[in-house]
């Protein structure tokens, strides 16, 4: 990626998605003039198994350096894929069967699944505490267990499989969203966790996975919500953790010595355009010390993240060195991208075999107990 213009390595920072479920005129007019380092999929791109597998092989084609091709298939609530194959389990059910052996099991289905419809990369598993099982939250059903050392051992056995897949893995939501009560899709949450509570709960999950061999967390998603214990309780303005150098240089970088990729959630979420627009965020979130952000939904806002990464370069607001750093680690973990299976109809039926048998067999051993 050293070859690249400045405009094309700022555009290797963003992690966009795309309108529809082909790569038209427009959207291929995105992809050449931004070069996005990724690609997000949602139901809306999914129409069917081969149309997806096309649909990635031509985004593939568009761009000058291999992207990353991701999607939020979680299971549960978040299963993006459930149009055509059967559903996931969420990782609610996991947690109540409580076995590393079958998360491991869905890590591994999943995998294969998302390979061979072209993925490389998964925004799964989330590592968040199920703190409020009830609340409006958006996290209902989407987490492992209650304390850190459940999720460590059925979210680290689910992400060995699916790194072990070859798919890439993404904990989200740092530094921790269980403890929240509003949806950050609205609006911004705030978490008032003591910084001990917080180390000693929601962070000791990245630190444990962040150091394990055959699951370590390579890439995390930061949060749109406020953390008094890291920002202080009097401060004037609710920087979301996205946006702020405490939490993502200081915390996650300096403290807990991560070295793998940090990624914005999708700066189009009502936490972050409530207070500024996409572009500011985009800018913000560069200079706090994430490697990518997110816009998953419009093109327009693509454009403008764009543009104003190119000016606050420009400007000297994002140095060289900067730029540099955050290349370096999209190109670490592209290094560990696999190129995906050739895409056959048989093979598609046999996985949403297994699927369903899982499904089948989860529910059998939750019956039990």
Known sequence: MTSLSLEHKLGQMLFIGIPGTTVDTETQKLLKSVQPGGIILFARNIEE???VAELNAEIRRQLKVPPLISIDQEGGPVD???????????????????????????GAITAELLRLLGFNMNFAPVLDLAVHDDADNALRHRCFGARPAKIIRLAGAYLEGLQNGSVIGCGKHF??????????????????????????EDLQVYVDLSAKLNSQLQVVMVA????RAFEGANVRTRVPASLSPRIVTDLLRSRLDFHGMAIADDLEMGAITTQMSVGDAAVACVEAGEDMVLICNTPAKVYEAAEALIRAAYDGRITPRRIEASINRIARIKSMACSPLTYEVAHFQRLCDRIADFNYRLDAYLSRL
Not at 175 to 200: I, N, Y
């Open 175 to 200: 530094p921790g969203l269980g403890d929240s009560v509003v949806d950050s899709h609205k609006e911004l949450p705030v978490v008032d966790r003591s910084e001990e509570q917080l180390m000693a």
């Open 80 to 106: 993006r894929l459930k149009k055509i194959c059967p559903p996931m389990a969420a990782a609610h059910k996991l947690r109540l069967a409580d076995d590393a052996r079958l998360a491991n099991e869905q």
């Open 224 to 227: 749109h919500a406020f953390y």
């Open 49 to 51: 198994p081969q149309q």
